[in-house]
């Protein structure tokens, strides 16, 4: 396992809850008008997360410019950091964060794309995906993977544009230590609240049930009764707008924004991390480890 990387001078510990802006973002690997990439911004007062606002990001360069913005926040972003070392050695790829990205990136969709499916190929049915270490424990799936959800994809999108806007990643990359990069799963906060499915792209599947799964879900966020214990703070308008939204992309961004506070708490202790992470692969906000 390669050495945890160390923090830059800069002690978090000293910072106040509210001088760091938070943000939560629901991530798409194909943004659009239609589904925009989704940012829920917010503060953190002892343990009351104080909702300020939406922002949509319908293209890339919109985006960028979010991660451009000066400092001090943390954000927490729903796409993998990493690939499953395990799949990255078998390829022949770098094995250091930001060469990894650099590579993959000059890679380019289509080849990308057909070195998974290669790999992919090469491997026994019932174990054709590598995962990662915080895979297993998130219940996620592995950035291997192309379609339903194409994960693979959103680290193709994402890791390389958070290496060039110069962010903190904790435990993986180096950067400006006002802008802060964490990985979050909106979905393992929102299973732990509610079983049922509670969002969907297909019209035939945004039912009664699902918005009140929704709900749920909501509820309790703003009571704090979930396993991050932190309790959001939101008018009835921006409750309403939340459950009405059957995609869940809004939801999903208020969830990554809870992880995001939860993070800032455990600032002192590794922003809530495991002490040494692999590198290449990053770790889920919240998925459980061994100490």
């Known amino acids: 396992m390669p050495p945890h990387l160390s ?37 953190l007062s002892g343990n009351i ?26 954000g927490a972003f729903d796409f993998p950091f990493g690939l499953p070392r395990e799949g990255v050695f078998s390829l022949g790829w770098p094995l250091e964060w930001a060469a990894l990205v650099r590579h993959c990136h ?3 969709k289509t080849a990308f794309r057909a070195a ?22 998130a219940v996620s799936h592995s950035p291997f993977k192309l379609v339903n959800p ?6 193709l999108a994402g890791a390389p544009r958070l290496l060039a806007a110069g962010l903190h990643l904790p435990g993986q990359h180096s950067g400006d230590p006002m802008r802060i990069a964490l990985e979050a799963y909106p979905g393992l906060l929102a299973r732990a609240i509610a079983t049922r499915p509670y969002k969907s792209d297909e019209l035939r599947k945004q039912t009664s049930e699902r918005a009140e799964a929704r709900r749920r879900i909501l509820t309790a966020l703003k009571s704090g009764k979930h396993p991050l214990c932190i309790s959001l703070q939101c008018s009835a ?31 002192k202790r590794n922003f809530g991390l495991p002490d ?5 692969e990053g770790w889920i906000l919240g998925a ?3 100490l």
């Open 288 to 290: 459980p480890y061994s």
């Open 150 to 155: 194409p994960v693979g994809l959103m680290f």
């Open 106 to 108: 000059h890679l380019g």
């Open 276 to 280: 040494v992470i692999d590198p290449i």
């Open 49 to 74: 997360l104080k909702f300020e606002a939406l922002e949509n990001f319908p293209d890339w360069p919109s985006f960028e410019k979010l991660l451009q913005r000066p400092g001090p926040w943390l």
């Open 116 to 137: 998974l499916d290669t790999d992919r190929q090469s491997r026994a049915k019932g174990s054709r995906y590598p995962h990662r270490a915080t895979d297993r424990p």
């Open 237 to 267: 308008a921006d409750s309403n707008a939340l459950i009405a939204d059957a995609r869940g992309d809004q939801l999903d961004a208020v969830l990554a924004l809870i992880q995001a506070g939860w993070a800032w708490q455990q600032r």
């Open 7 to 43: 923090s830059p001078v800069f002690s978090w510990a000293e910072q106040k809850d509210e001088s760091f802006e938070l943000i939560g973002v629901d991530f798409t690997s194909a943004p659009s008008a239609r589904k925009p990439i989704t940012a829920a911004r917010g503060r």
